[in-house]
Every structure is written in C-alpha cells, then in structure tokens.
C-alpha cells in the first residue's frame, strides 16, 4: 500500500511496539508514538525508522505539544495500552495507584486528538468491581463524541497466536462517522491457536549452539528448514514500510537474534530436567512448556521504580532451560525482523509488557476495512 494513501495513527503508551506493528502491518500509518520509560521504547525507534518517537509524559500533554508534534493533521486512530500495575491481578492490586489515572489522561488525549477511531486495551483487571469505576469515569470523558464498542475480552490464542493473553478492549468511533459492521468478529475471534511446536521448534537450541553475546542481540543461525508452520512462514515475511535494515539482511543471511543464553545452576538444571512437559516446577514455580500445548501470559517484571524484579520464564519443552528472548517473541507472535535490547532483562520486560502483535493485527484490521467506507475515507 502507498504510504501517502494510508490512514495515520498515534501510538500512546507505545513500549517496544506490539500494539504499533499491529497498525502498520494493517495498513496505517505511524505520525507519533509516545512513552515514558526509555528502555521500552529503545526498540521502537529501530525497527519503525519511519515513526516519530517522542520520550515523554503522557499526563503532561497538551495542544501545544501536538501542534509541534503534528502540526495541523489529526490522526485517523489514536491506540494505546496505559500501564496495569494497579489493575493486575498478580501482585498487589491498588486502585490508588498514580499510574491508573494514566486511563484517564488517554482519554483526554483522545479528545485533544479527536481521531477517527481509538482503541485502547487493558489487563483483565480493569473490569473487577473494585476497578470498574476508574474505566467507566474514564470513558465519560469522551462519552459525548464516540460510540463505543466494549469493554470487551480477547485472549491472543483466538487470534491466531501461540500464548495466552487475555486483554480488555475498548473501541471508539467518532460519532459523526458510521459505525462499521465490526462488533461481532472484534469480540468472537475464531482463528485457530497456534501450538508451542508451531512456534519455536525449528529455532536454534541456546544450550547446544556456540554461545553468543549480548552486546550484538545475540545473532545466530536459524535452521534451514522447509517444513516450516505457516505461522513461522508469516513471522519471516519482511515489510516494506516497518523493521530495521540491519535487522532484516542478517535475517536474509539465515541468522536471527535473540538468542542469548540464560545461565542456570546445575541445581536448577537437574530441578528443570525432571520438571514433565505442562506441569509446574515445584520450587520457582516456573511453567514448562509442552510442544502440543500453547504458552501461558508472558509477564513482564517490574522496572528500576519497582525493584526491578524479573518475572516467570517458561521452560522449555525439551531442554533443562528458560526460553530465549526469540522464543519468546516467537510465542508472542514478534516477526524474526524485531530486535528487542542487547540485555535479556529488557529484552524480556519489553515481551511481557507488549500486546501480541498478532492480536493486535487482528483488531486493527477489523478497524481498517472501515477506511473502505465512503463516509470514513
């Protein structure tokens, strides 16, 4: 698609970019993304060298910072994941936390912005009673300008991805456009989940494999393999419009990054090793993964604000080991394009805090056929 001809989109709370590349590769175009932590965001400026990244406070935003930002031009979709911590159902639940007025401030973004469309998600948490209230004000905000589709719950597996991932989503079309005939197919996915098999089981083993650095992505060679999953063949395409240069030669060279090693004790390995295939390990509580089974929520550790506190890795299905940062991205539907951080910590942080991009493809595309109609276009 011509890039003059797509319609553009703002990416607040962008992260590394799952809910972004969702947009792209649905066919809009990216005029701003916006995020606080500089960490999260390092990927995004690699492999959306044509996006506009900003590093700021998204509750700080006003006119003038979109005037100089855009200019005169209002987005056609405005899209975005404020940060859960309060609404997790893991960990300390706090409806008090200063992070869930940030629902609010997108709203108020969105009536600055006034797009087309919006499309924010969420943690399943958002919508427990004692939560419910901070949504619902929220949308106030916006309620005389957009219909709204939602909230409403999507797990990535009925989306065509290879974990699970429930989100909440709330989407909103302006109330001087026509609402397109999309409800159903947004809340009843009914795409085919994708096993572990699929997924990772042709990637380069990080225990068998000469060790590589950090300081590089951790580049090394896939298999050569023509017996790929069509989900693997579709994570290997390349787009025109999105991923970084570098990125996609050392791919057309056979090579893919992420594949760093995590070290473990033999303690831990011969615990890893006895560990059956969908059951837990007893002492980290970590999960093994099975290779006809699908992966559970990838969680994304607490940032330097909160400890910096490392979340849950499964283990893989055939070795005494935690995934590497490719087979997770793997499983959270990342093209082998994307590269993450040259550190596994961030790397793994940026994974657990993204949507599934293969979700988020999903829901966008859905958002996108409506540009088809007279009346939006």
């Known amino acids: ?154 797990n990535a597996l009925d989306c065509g991805a290879a974990t699970s991932r429930k989100r909440v989503l709330v989407v909103g079309c302006r109330r001087d456009i026509s609402m397109p005939a999309i409800q159903e197919r947004l809340i009843s996915p009914r795409i085919c989940a994708v096993t572990v098999c699929e997924a990772i089981s042709d990637l380069p083993s990080s225990l068998r494999d000469p060790d590589v650095t950090s300081h590089d992505y951790g580049w090394w060679y896939c298999k050569d393999d023509t017996q790929l999953s069509k989900y693997v063949k579709d994570l290997r395409k390349f787009s025109p419009l999105v991923g970084a240069k570098f990125s996609k030669e050392m791919l057309k060279s056979g090579m893919v990054s992420g594949l760093m090693k995590t070290k473990h004790s033999e303690t831990v390995v011969r615990r890893f090793s006895l560990t059956p295939p969908g059951a837990v390990e007893d002492v980290s509580r970590y999960p093994r993964l099975s290779w006809d089974g699908h992966c559970p929520t990838l969680r994304a550790g607490t940032g330097s604000d909160k400890g910096s506190f490392q979340a849950m890795r499964p283990i893989h299905p055939a070795e005494p080991r935690v995934i590497t940062v490719r087979e997770a991205a793997r499983l959270q539907g990342f093209p082998d394009w994307f590269v993450f951080h040259p550190t596994i910590w961030h790397s793994f942080r940026m994974i657990g805090n993204s949507v599934s991009p293969v979700m988020s493809r999903y829901v966008l595309g859905l958002v996108r056929e409506a540009f088809d109609l007279k009346d939006v276009a």
């Open 1 to 154: 698609m011509n890039s003059l001809s797509r319609p553009t989109f703002v990416d607040l709370f962008s992260g590394c970019g799952g809910f972004g590349l969702g947009a792209e590769l649905s066919g809009f175009k990216n005029i701003a993304s916006v995020d606080i932590d500089p960490n999260l965001q390092f990927s995004y400026k690699l492999n959306f060298p044509s996006a506009k990244v900003h590093l700021a406070d998204i509750s700080r935003l006003d006119s003038d910072f979109w005037s100089v930002a855009i200019g005169d031009v209002r987005p056609d979709l405005v899209i975005g994941g404020p940060p859960c911590q309060g609404f997790s159902r893991i960990g300390k639940r706090q409806p008090e936390d200063p992070r869930n007025s940030l629902i609010t401030h997108f709203f108020r973004q969105v009536l600055i912005l006034s797009p087309k469309f919006f499309v924010m998600e969420n943690v399943e948490g958002i919508l427990d009673s004692r939560n419910r209230y901070i949504l619902d004000e929220a949308l106030n905000i916006v309620g005389s300008s957009y219909d709204v589709i939602g909230p409403f719950k999507v």
